[in-house]
């Protein structure tokens, strides 16, 4: 979110995209990240949800300064984006203090 959210930004103000397609494309993103291989066998697809591409993504964290980053790309990928997709690997996010309310 702290490398895409300036052309984020950017491209809201110039009119070339508005928020519900950031949360589309957010969304695009997550479920890519969360991507699933088939196995080997139909059966143990079937039972085990198939083999993960474990991708890890890091949003959020803290400036060169120590403070907290948040954005609101980051908004857009640990609320808006998981709640309309369906990813099987599980999320966690730890939000500092000093975040703005509508994260804690």
Partial sequence: DQF????YEEDL???RI????GERYSGSFLRKACETIPMYSDELTSMLGGLTSWEVVTIGGQ????NGATNEL???FCWSSP???ACAS???TSVPREHPR???
């Fill in 4 to 7: 895409l959210n300036s052309y």
């Fill in 13 to 15: 103000a110039a009119g």
């Fill in 18 to 21: 508005f928020k519900t397609r």
């Fill in 63 to 66: 400036d060169s300064e120590g």
């Fill in 74 to 76: 980051e908004f857009h």
């Fill in 83 to 85: 709640m309309s997709c």
């Fill in 90 to 92: 599980p999320t966690s």
């Fill in 102 to 104: 509508i994260l804690r």
